[in-house]
């Protein structure tokens, strides 16, 4: 079986700020990975260079191994939900058209399985299915994130990319979602890459963590080996802020 996400051999600079150099990752189907690291060591680039946001300089990435260089990339966005920090919903759209403005470009004649879908993700986010006539400025942050994910699982995706998507609610609210989005998990088996600051949240979350520093793979490995087996004294101080709170 293919993995679901290959990266070969990757490079990527910016002028002479050299972001990822020789980057090759395997990630298997189904897995939950979180990854973490300090700011600025290419955390946001190794998910964009997935639905093809930002391009390697050289090497290559292979999706359900296939080379994504000579794919659509536009079709290619359609099967790989995006969920990032902070209100990114159309503001002029309602909820329900935000959630269901991927499926409707899918099937456009099919306006009633999509009706139906909206609630049913509604649901599943954790939403009261009367948020759905409501625009994005008329709900909460944490109710804006709850859209953000509906609208990022809407398209049933293979591949979920989460970029910090929990940062900016609250405590109460985050735990609340953290457990939706393991139970979605679980429910679907899906691919999902999850970008945290927060190893709490890594090790609690994913089923492998990939540690990241200045580019480079510290560590990539279930949560019981990061704490067991800890790869560097930076992966073992790491972990070990979670064992004290
Ligand atoms: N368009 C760009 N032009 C120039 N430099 C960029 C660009 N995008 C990212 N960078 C630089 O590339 C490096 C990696 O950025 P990236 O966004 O992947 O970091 P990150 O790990 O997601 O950080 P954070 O945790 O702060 O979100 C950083 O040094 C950043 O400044
Ligand atoms: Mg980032």
Redesign the pocket.
């Known amino acids: 079986m293919a993995a679901a996400i290959e990266y070969k051999n990757i490079s990527k600079s910016?002028g002479s700020?050299v972001?990822l150099k020789d980057f090759s990752l395997t990630l298997e189907k189904g897995e939950f990975i979180t990854i973490i690291?300090s700011?600025?060591?290419?955390?946001?680039?190794i998910l964009k260079m997935v639905n093809g946001l930002i391009s390697p300089d050289s090497g290559d990435i292979l999706i359900n191994g296939r080379s994504i260089r000579n794919q659509d990339l536009i079709r290619l966005r359609r099967g790989i939900g995006y969920a990032i920090q902070g209100s990114v919903l159309f503001p002029h759209m309602t909820v329900e058209q935000n959630i269901s403005y991927v499926p409707n470009l899918i099937n456009k004649k099919e306006k009633q399985k999509t009706r139906t879908a909206v609630s049913k993700w509604l649901q599943t986010v954790g939403l009261d299915e009367e948020l759905k006539e409501r625009y994005p400025s008329e709900l909460s942050g944490g109710q804006q994130q709850r859209v953000g994910i509906a609208r990022a699982l809407a398209a049933s995706p293979e591949i979920l990319l989460m970029d910090e998507p929990f940062g900016a609610v609250d405590e109460i609210t985050r735990g609340q979602l953290q457990i939706e989005l393991r139970q979605i998990y679980e429910e679907t088996r899906i691919t999902i890459l999850f970008?945290t600051?927060d190893i709490s949240e890594a090790l609690k979350l994913g089923t492998r963590v990939l540690v990241m520093d200045q580019g480079k793979i510290l560590q990539y490995g279930s949560p019981e080996e990061l704490l067991c087996n800890p790869s560097t004294p930076f992966v073992k101080q790491l972990v070990h802020k979670t064992r004290r709170t």
Do not use: A, F, L, M
């Open positions: 910016y700020n972001v690291g700011s600025g060591c290419g955390k946001t680039t970008v600051h």
